[in-house]
């Protein structure tokens, strides 16, 4: 049996490795090595419970407004020693956060083989997203093999002289993991949000953290959703907030009294999965909710400049707004009061997976190894160039 060494640190990461390490642990083939930053902490715990992986390795490296140089360095300076006492036969990262570049790092360092699942993301900007767009750039440097998600994620890869032998189109595995979880129905840690999942008003569910955001940028979300509070009464907007300092500073402030603003802890991912099943508008600055809502038949404003994620964009499930307080307000005013307009929207073709990627990936991982056949790819139903914000758009009268 090949050992494969599943590096990881961040809540994202543990959602879409999860199916992977199941599929790993159900093959013949492999044995499974989880090894965990926990450059995030509780979000993380939340995630290892739900799917119930018991990490062999811990670093446990957060620390209070750590700085990436950091995380990057305690990570790096964690996992080297890791990989040389296990040597496993291939270290698996997922996308693109610093523990993602370093577990691929210190992989290279001891000359282990590097896969990368959920490769080829690319904005063409270095600091939108920052620094997840360099982490995945650097990240594909060091892979031996790349789990795409998307035939546009490949032709990213293409166009950066990656050998095409290397390069797999698997789907994204947070779909298999989304559909898992959606069906569980996890119940709720916070009794609000059973109340609002029984009424009948419009739900807005808001997320938003990214880096590039902070400042003038989450000050203006804020702004944003204060304004709308005000102006739809009828409508509940709930924010599980982000655990950082600098977010809660720019956001509690301006709508913490509203009576139809509800502001929770981060749920963990199976109450996530049920929240946003049950909502009406997703504003988000997630890369992962722009892949997960066009399965469940949601629109999605997302509040940034840029996306790796185009594929949904041209699927019409997906509006790119930024973090601009007019056409946050703009936006979600349209899709509350114009029906054609969320009907347009509201579908559920998602070209980001079919709930198999899991199990291709494995077969490619097998394949790597001289094992098997190829991997089926998965086709997506759309693809598009499109990466930039829409301009702001009045509501129609």
Aim: proline share 7%; aromatic share 6%; glycine share 6%.
């Amino acid at each position: 049996m090949r050992r494969v060494m599943v590096v990881f640190g961040t809540r994202p990461e543990a959602i879409k490795v999860a199916p992977v390490i199941k599929a790993l642990a159900d093959s013949p083939l492999f044995e499974p090595v989880v090894a965990v930053t926990a450059q995030h902490r509780s979000m993380l715990d939340q995630v290892l419970e739900l799917f119930s992986i018991v990490p062999d390795y811990d670093l446990n490296i957060i620390r209070e407004r750590q700085t990436l140089t950091d995380v990057t360095v305690n990570a790096l300076s964690g996992l080297s020693p890791l990989m040389a006492e296990a040597r496993p036969d291939a270290v698996l990262v997922q996308g693109d956060t610093t523990t993602t570049f370093a577990g691929a790092l210190a992989a290279f360092y001891e000359k282990i083989p590097v896969v990368h699942i959920e490769a080829g993301l690319r904005t063409g900007e270095v600091y939108s997203p920052y620094p997840e767009e360099i982490n995945r750039r650097l990240t594909t440097q060091l892979a031996s093999l790349h789990c795409a998600p998307t035939q546009n994620n490949k032709a990213n890869l293409l166009v950066e002289n990656v050998d095409r032998s290397k390069i797999v189109v698997t789907g994204n595995t947070v779909i298999d993991a989304l559909l898992w979880t959606v069906g569980r129905r996890v119940p709720y840690e916070e009794a609000v949000l059973n109340e609002i999942e029984a009424g009948t008003a419009p739900v807005v569910l808001v997320t938003a953290h990214r880096r590039e955001s902070w400042g003038p940028g989450m000050e203006a979300i804020g702004r944003a959703l204060a304004r709308l509070a005000l102006a739809h009464p009828e409508v509940r907007i709930v924010f599980p907030i982000h655990k950082n300092p600098v977010v809660r500073e720019a956001i509690v402030p301006v709508i913490g009294e509203f009576a139809n603003v509800t502001i929770v802890e981060p749920l963990a991912y199976g109450s996530f999965a049920r929240l946003m099943n049950r909502a009406d508008v997703i504003l988000t600055d997630s890369g992962g909710v722009q892949e997960e809502a066009p399965s469940l038949g949601k629109p999605v404003l997302v509040m940034r400049d840029t996306t790796e994620r185009p594929e949904a964009m041209d699927a019409g499930t997906v509006k790119l707004i930024g973090a601009d307080e007019h056409a946050i307000v703009s936006w979600v005013t349209r899709l509350l009061t114009d029906q054609a307009a969320y009907d347009l929207m509201a579908n559920s073709t998602n070209p980001y997976g079919d709930g198999l990627a899991a199990a291709r990936t494995v077969d490619a991982i097998a394949h790597f190894f001289g094992v098997g056949e190829a991997a089926t790819e998965f086709v997506p139903e759309v693809s598009t160039l499109h990466t930039r914000a829409e301009p702001h758009v009045e509501p129609a009268a």
